[in-house]
């Protein structure tokens, strides 16, 4: 039997206005197991913390029910009062008689009866609380961020700047990511290698970070500050560590008819080739489809012309296990396929292009080393017509496109076409828009410099299709603001493709057991107040994967995912919430109901040797509930047909306490 | 002898039923009989088997046993107060009738049970021959006469008339109210009916069952029969059986907190359940196959032994149609028994 | 009138078990009478000649004794009928037993027939009842034979039989069937069309005649729990007997929630109960509003679905929305 | 004007609602120049209710029925579906056939495929 | 008006973080309910058992409505996806077996939402008050 102490705040007048303090103290003196029962102006403050203390000390309480504000305000006011005297925090239960009672009353009378009730309640619940102790567990100082695009880089540096280990996975051969393959960036117009490729070799050179490069991760388990990530190192047949990047070997390798696909496939490279000049880590790669040594054996012309002996055709996969205690998903995004857009001629002509590919090709670095010249004929174009929201805004039961805005086209495009008329003022350039969409800092500024400075075409309304004739391509679309169908004789047609998640995310996602909404977009763990966190603790969302992005919100939402590591990195231990499921093994029937529906994975089975009350033994499948990963919400009590699982703190015969109390 | 012709019943049972409360068998809506107190228009039913046997009376499914009345910190016992006056009970059959005997066995000897004393001494039992026993029927295995059904007021029934013939005192009192609704009759057409029906009994299927191989002392005998493996493997665990036999006698005292006290009230239990008798320890009987057994060997064997060799089954039948599994004491008698079993 | 004869499935039990396949078999016993037939576990050909049955009582749904048979040595064959197949996939989809131990045989099913009904028929025992083509013959003790119609004298499930077919096997001896019907919910339709007031006194009338035997609980396939919430002191729903009529509405309404959305509307529930309340009318309520609110879904369909009740979508209807719609349907 | 709106809206089975006014109904159709009103406006006239000018037009006989609006909407509108409504109400009227029996020998032609002047028979009588 | 004299008893299970905050928040804005709605504070509306709402029933509720976040807003994030499907299935069924529906509710009440708490509230109990006393699913040894 519990000794119970209530303690009624008057909150000054906020309480004893409405309810009659002295009464609900005096009542709940003979509910069964309250051995004290006493009132206070207020309850919060030292005087009655103190007295709550003493009352601890001198009846020997066990358990206390303080009748004040909301818990939410004052519950761990009162717990650490109680952990203070040595009792359990999760000993104490607050009842509600403020915002629930004597703000919402008005008649005495009325209000005390309720606080009395309330009281009751919470008298009853008190009766089946035990002490519960939050789990603790370790926490690994070391940070893996999937993805080396610039929300990876970013992420990483800030970790690594923290003082905290970080490592970067990236599929490709080199960091960098799309950002990387843009010409200059809106609306400033700064070169995009210029601003990256530092924070690269930056990234390279931190001694906190590594970077696995042409790898993936294949495994991912444990819980928040103790994952343990399997990464897959793809055999690139060079060894890193030897290689200087000098460049020669690509120059020498026969196999020329490989397509680059840096430059979007626009042009072609080696078997054996380094991405673009500033790749970090600089170093080749073989492409084992095309390099005639791994497939029959003939050649091994890079080995020959290798100076540093860096050529290793035996390289084989590389599995490496290294433990985190957080993971930052920057998975980044592509442009969507655009087959199922035939209205737009792209699979048909070499001079439809998407934005992206429009943009190696008027990179100095690009196939056409920054000439704009299009793809079939290597001719200057003349006309240029850009399509804004191709596959972007669809309605879901248009079952092709994506439903939502790509959020980045209509400034790139504006981009495009200003600079095409600042570098050739003899094009004619046209934008088809449904809107023109421009929030951001001087982003509307921007979009109206390239109509009144630049003199670019922008029309209202959309392409409904384009025809190859001859070396022209007819584009034929409306404006709606003359009333009118155009047809443009164009030279190049740009389509602004809408841009959809990576499609490794999705894999990604069930293994982290993060969520993803129905784009494959990472849900957050809240949409406001918590939107760079997963619902699934210690997994941190980074960049686009989460959602369209430009390149300063990537930044920041990278610099706040790392915030949100080295907080927790920085903790030695994790405090758990002790208030978990708990399943009782003897009467868990294995069936995987609460494992479904657990919204964190924090539900798995084991096999277990039973005594059964026959005094046999059995091996049974029983539910095994991470303390750690467990938040509380209690589906899985609900699921559990058996009655097996339980919440602490909210234990079904609490709750049924209070029920009963009420009830009464 | 009386008599009251048949369309006639209804007068007879609002006779009785100015003079103390009546139950009869009834059919309820998924056509089974069951006891209901009769009221006007209450249609007597011929069923052989209520589902719930006549057990129910004396010793009904759920009891208040006394009450707890808490206020603070006080608490106020409350003796039960609700056992019924005088009753009657019109239609029990032989086997149930029989099934008093076993239960008086238990409750009324030392410690006597207050409340079932009370309820067996306030009822007036009109019994009713069997005209047509049915296949499930083995009464005659216990030496019970479906024909000549005893009781304090014993009844047959032809196609016109049904016959009474009080052999009690209480049986004789309670005739004697209700007189004018009756006409006197000769023995004749009772022995007619007896005879007749004794004829039907002996074609009755089980009728050649018998449980001679079992009773007092013969423990060692059964209990480590390898047969109960067998018989017991189907065994749901479920209570049926139980509950519906007229000689289960075994219940459970259990506490209802009502929220301003705690209700205290004995309900059936059943050998069959896993928490059957579990104490602190544990349960004596881990594994269904001796939950089984207990049932069975205290019918056939232990019960036996500790009353001159009575058994504790009557042969209703009632068990061979409600159990899920379809097994019963007819199927263990003849494992067990041997082949001399009919 | 079953297609599948005793024969048959006493031959494919005998090879199974010559060859080595499995080591028990689950079946059928003979009885007393015709009726009262009890499973059992055969593990030689003698005893299976001797004892095993099957015929149109033959109804009892295999599945749920699997969670205790297939721990035993080597494997055990089941004869599974569409109704038990159902059950047998849900069993698996809650690791309720070991795939591996068990051999499973799908044999096609055409109804059992319902000894209660036939019973009423006349007020007189029954001698013997033979099944015969499309006909029932009775002989009773007092007035003689006579004839009826199978498919007048179904088990209640067996009428509105949802499909014939089998879900789960490692061989059929017969032909597996696609055959479905629709019929099932009329009953509950029927019910949602009556006012509440109705409704009411409808259940009042047939949960009041519950004895709480358990027997419903006890044969039913999805409730295999280690443990009942009525059996636990600590659940705090433990009854053991009914005491009023909130214990009869509560046992029965928390029955069926618990197995909404793993019922595969096997009907034993219904089948076994000595009080012959039409518990299956609950169960297929939920059936149907799942149904309804969710898309189509039979439990045990395949192994792994994820039953209704551990899923969601974001669009499923509101409950203000939910409650009453099939009345007004 | 509400019931004609109601009646154009049940017969196509369109949401006007979802039209998102990019044009490419317009931007894609062959019939364009032909017509006094184009597919977007006749969605958006629909949705303003202004029926009565649509069914005055002889743009309701300049639709081709080739679908490419319906096929290349974003929001699946179907503008088509709303062209064919808006016909068939005007035809449904009395004496409001825009193709008679009589109109069919004129419009014979060598190098039309008689199908064609079937189905066009079919598409604007009752 | 002798309807009007009954005060139903109604039983309000809050989630923690949305509803139980909105019911706080019709607190300090001081906006009025009845006071014969008590609140249970469950940390998800997820976490109700249709044994507590039959066991507010019997120990004497006339009326039991739960309140949880917005679905899509659930701090759990699915939590409430799971409560409406088991509470639609729930109530279906108590409807189904004659039990006034309008002694049931699932509403979803914000932090944000105290209006809306209180109107939900008073709303409730006028509904359940025009009802009476809870008969269907009372548990007589219960009342006093």
């Known amino acids: 039997m519990q000794r119970i102490g209530v303690f009624v705040c008057w909150c000054g007048s906020n309480i004893a206005a409405t309810v009659d303090v002295k009464a609900v103290a005096e009542a709940l003196k003979s509910e069964p197991g309250v051995v004290f029962s006493t009132d206070y102006q207020y309850m919060c403050s030292q005087a009655g913390q103190d007295l709550i203390k003493e009352a601890i000390k001198e009846h020997k309480l066990t358990g206390l029910v303080i009748c004040s504000c909301s818990p939410r305000m004052h519950e761990n006011t009162f717990r650490k009062v109680a952990a203070d005297s040595g009792i359990n925090p999760y000993m104490v239960e607050i009842a509600n008689i403020r915002e629930q009672c004597s703000w919402v009353h008005k008649d005495k009378a009325i209000g005390t009866e309720k606080a009395i009730i309330l009281a009751r309640a919470a008298v009853a619940k008190v009766h089946l609380n035990t002490p519960l102790t939050p789990g603790e567990s370790e926490v690994t100082k070391r940070a893996l961020v999937i993805g080396g695009g610039i929300a990876g880089i970013q992420t990483a540096l800030d970790i690594a700047d923290a003082g905290y280990k970080v490592d970067i996975v990236e599929t490709k051969p080199t960091i960098g990511g799309k950002m990387a393959q843009l010409d200059k960036t809106f609306p400033t117009l700064d070169c995009a290698a210029c601003i990256l490729t530092p924070k690269m070799v930056e990234v390279a050179q931190n001694e906190n970070v590594r970077i696995f490069s042409y790898s993936e991760v294949t495994e991912v388990g444990g819980f928040v500050g103790n994952f343990t990530v399997k990464i897959k190192k793809k055999a690139r047949y060079v060894k890193e560590d030897v290689c200087t990047g000098c460049g020669l070997c690509t120059e020498k390798c026969p196999m020329k008819k490989v397509p680059n696909d840096f430059n979007l496939g626009m042009n072609n490279k080696g078997a054996i080739y380094i991405p673009f000049a500033q790749a970090v880590p600089k170093v080749a790669t073989i492409d084992p489809n095309y390099c005639n040594m791994l497939k029959n054996g003939k050649c091994g012309l890079c080995a020959k012309v290798c100076t540093a002996g860096a050529i290793d055709y035996t390289q084989k996969d590389e599995i490496i296990e290294e433990k985190y205690g957080a993971i930052v998903a920057a998975t980044g995004y592509n442009p969507i396929s655009l087959d199922k857009f035939d209205e737009f001629a792209y699979n048909q002509s070499k001079d439809v292009i998407t934005s992206l590919e429009f943009e190696r090709l008027t990179n100095a670095a690009g196939p056409t080393n920054g000439v704009l010249l299009r793809p079939s004929d290597l001719k200057h174009p003349k006309t240029i017509v850009f399509v804004q929201c191709v596959g972007s805004r669809c309605s879901a039961d248009a079952s092709k496109g994506k439903e939502y805005c790509s959020k980045i086209c209509c400034m790139y495009t504006a981009k495009h076409a200003m600079l095409t008329r600042d570098k050739y003022p003899d094009t004619d350039v046209y934008v088809f828009y449904i809107d023109v969409r421009t929030p951001g800092k001087n982003f509307d500024e921007f979009y109206r410099r390239a109509v009144e400075e630049y003199g670019v075409h922008y029309i209202k309304g959309m392409v409904g299709k384009v025809i190859p004739e001859g070396d022209k391509l007819i584009v034929q679309g409306s404006d709606l603001l003359d009333n009118k169908q155009l047809k443009i004789e164009a030279d190049l047609v740009v389509l602004a493709a809408a841009i959809e998640p990576d499609k490794s995310a999705r894999n990604l996602a069930t293994m982290l057991t993060a969520s993803m909404d129905t784009n494959d977009f990472f849900t957050e763990a809240h949409p406001k107040l918590r939107p760079v966190e997963s619902p699934t603790a210690g997994i941190f969302l980074s960049g686009t994967c989460q959602g369209p992005k430009d390149i300063p919100e990537t930044v920041s939402q990278a610099g706040a995912a790392a915030s949100k590591v080295i907080g927790l990195l920085a903790k030695d231990k994790l405090k758990g919430n002790p208030c978990v499921a708990h399943s009782d093994e003897l009467m868990c029937n294995g069936c995987s109901s609460c494992e479904r529906v657990c919204p964190y994975k924090a539900i798995t089975y084991v096999d277990k040797e039973f005594r059964m009350p026959d005094r046999t033994t059995k091996v049974r499948r029983v539910a095994f509930v991470n303390e750690a990963v467990c938040q509380g919400c209690g589906a899985c009590t609900v699921a559990c047909p058996s009655g097996a699982m339980d919440l602490k703190g909210f234990k079904s015969k609490q709750i049924m306490a209070e029920v009963d109390a009420i009830c009464k | 002898m009386k008599k009251i012709l048949k369309k006639n019943l209804q007068n007879l049972f609002a006779a009785i039923s100015k003079e103390t409360d009546l139950f009869l068998p009834v059919l309820n809506s998924a056509k089974n009989a069951e006891f209901k107190k009769w009221t006007e228009g209450t249609e007597y039913s011929e069923e052989l088997n209520t589902v719930r046997s006549a057990k129910d009376f004396f010793f009904p499914q759920t009891e208040n046993i006394c009450d707890f009345k808490t206020s603070g910190k006080n608490i106020e016992i409350i003796e039960n107060s609700e056992l019924p006056e005088n009753f009657a009970v019109f239609g029990v059959r032989a086997c149930d009738l029989k099934s008093f005997e076993v239960l008086d066995n238990v409750f009324l000897s030392e410690p006597v049970d207050s409340f079932y004393k009370t309820r067996r001494e306030n009822a007036v039992i009109f019994t009713m021959a069997c005209n047509r026993p049915k296949e499930t029927c083995f009464c005659h295995t216990f030496n019970i006469n479906a024909a000549d059904p005893k009781g304090d007021v014993e009844c047959f029934e032809d196609e016109t008339y049904v016959y009474l013939n009080p052999l009690t005192q209480k049986g004789k009192d309670l005739l004697n109210k209700v007189t004018s609704a009756l006409e006197d009759e000769t023995e004749e057409p009772v022995k007619k009916i007896k005879a007749e029906i004794e004829e039907r009994l002996k074609n009755l299927p089980l009728y050649n069952l018998s449980a001679e191989s079992f009773g007092s002392d013969k423990t060692e005998e059964f209990f480590n029969r390898k047969e109960w493996d067998e018989l017991s493997e189907a065994c749901l665990g479920c209570g049926t059986c139980t509950f519906v036999c007229p000689t289960c006698q075994c219940y459970d005292i259990k506490d209802f907190n009502t929220g301003h006290g705690v209700k205290r009230f004995r309900c059936w239990d059943s050998c069959m359940y896993s928490d059957f008798t579990k104490m602190s320890a544990g349960q004596p009987r881990t594994h269904q196959k001796e939950r089984f057994r207990q049932r069975f060997m205290h019918k056939l064997v232990y019960y036996p032994t500790n009353n001159n060799g009575m058994f504790s089954c009557v042969g209703c039948g009632r068990c061979l149609k409600k159990c899920p599994i379809s097994m019963n004491i007819v199927k263990v008698i003849k494992k067990l028994g041997g082949t001399a079993n009919g | 009138m079953q297609t599948v004869t005793r024969n048959q499935l006493v031959e494919k039990a005998k090879e199974l078990l010559n060859n080595g396949t499995v080591t028990r078999v689950l079946g059928i016993k003979k009885g007393e009478f015709s009726y009262d037939l009890t499973p059992a576990v055969f593990t030689s050909a003698e005893e299976l000649e001797k004892e095993f049955e099957f015929n149109g009582f033959a109804a009892a749904n295999f599945s749920k004794y699997l969670v205790k048979l297939a721990d035993g040595e080597g494997k055990i064959l089941v004869f599974l009928k569409p109704c038990d197949s159902y059950s047998f996939n849900q069993l698996l989809t809650e690791h309720r037993f070991n795939r591996e131990n068990v051999y499973a045989v799908g044999i096609e099913c055409d109804g059992f027939a319902d000894y209660k009904k036939i019973e009423e028929e006349f007020n007189d025992g029954i001698k013997s009842v033979e099944f015969n083509g499309e006909k029932i013959e009775v002989t009773t003790l007092y007035d003689g034979k006579k004839e009826l119609a199978f498919a007048d004298y179904m088990l209640e499930r067996c009428k509105n039989c949802k499909t014939k077919k089998i879900a789960a096997f490692d061989e059929l001896l017969t032909e597996n069937s696609d055959e479905t019907k629709n019929t099932r919910f009329e009953e509950v339709e029927k019910l949602e069309a009556m006012t509440p007031d109705e409704r009411y006194a409808f259940w009042r009338n047939e949960l009041s005649r519950c004895i709480r035997c358990n027997a419903c609980r006890d044969v039913c396939p999805a409730c295999t729990c280690e443990k009942c919430v009525f059996n636990n002191p600590d659940s705090g729903v433990e009854n053991k007997a009914i005491q009023n009529s909130f214990e009869e509405n509560m046992f029965h309404i928390i029955r069926a929630f618990h197995v909404a959305g793993r019922c595969t509307d096997c009907g034993e529930c219904s089948r076994v109960c000595p009080q012959h309340i039409p518990l299956h009318l609950l169960n297929r309520k939920f059936i149907k509003d799942i149904n309804s609110f969710y898309g189509e879904y039979q439990a045990g369909a395949e192994v792994g679905n994820r039953a209704p009740l551990v899923n969601y979508t974001k669009e499923d209807i509101e409950p203000k929305d939910a409650v009453g719609r099939g009345s007004e349907e | 004007m509400d019931k004609l709106k109601e009646q154009i809206l049940r017969t196509s089975g369109v949401n006007t609602l979802k039209c998102m006014r990019c044009g490419k109904c317009s931007g894609t159709c062959p019939s364009y120049d032909e017509m006094e009103y184009h597919p977007h406006q006749f969605v958006y006239m629909v949705e303003k209710g202004e029926i009565e000018p649509l069914m005055k037009s002889k743009s309701l006989y300049k639709c081709l029925s080739c679908f490419a609006c319906v096929e290349r909407c974003p929001r699946n509108v179907e503008p088509a579906k709303i062209v064919e409504a808006v016909r068939l109400m005007v035809i449904r009227q009395q004496g409001e056939n825009h193709l008679t029996a009589n109109d069919i020998p004129d419009l014979l032609d060598e190098d039309m495929p008689q199908q064609a002047i079937v189905s066009a028979f079919r598409k604007y009588s009752k | ?144």
């Open chain 5, 1 to 144: 008006m002798q309807v009007n004299e009954f005060k139903p008893k109604i039983v309000a299970f809050c989630c923690n973080w949305c509803s139980y905050a909105g019911a706080d928040l019709a607190g300090n804005n001081r906006l009025n309910y009845p006071d014969n709605v008590k609140i249970i504070r469950v940390p998800c509306s997820c976490r109700v058992n249709p044994m507590f709402i039959l066991r507010a029933f019997q120990r004497g509720a006339d009326g039991v409505i739960l309140c949880g976040c917005h679905p899509g807003d659930c701090h759990y994030t699915s939590g409430n996806y799971y409560t409406r499907r088991r509470m639609a299935l729930l109530f279906s069924m108590l409807e189904y077996l004659g039990i006034e529906k309008e002694r049931t509710r699932v509403e979803w009440v914000s932090a944000a939402e105290g209006a809306k708490f209180s109107a939900t509230m008073n709303e409730f109990c006028e509904q359940v008050a025009a009802l009476g006393e809870n008969k269907r699913l009372e548990d007589l040894r219960c009342k006093q």
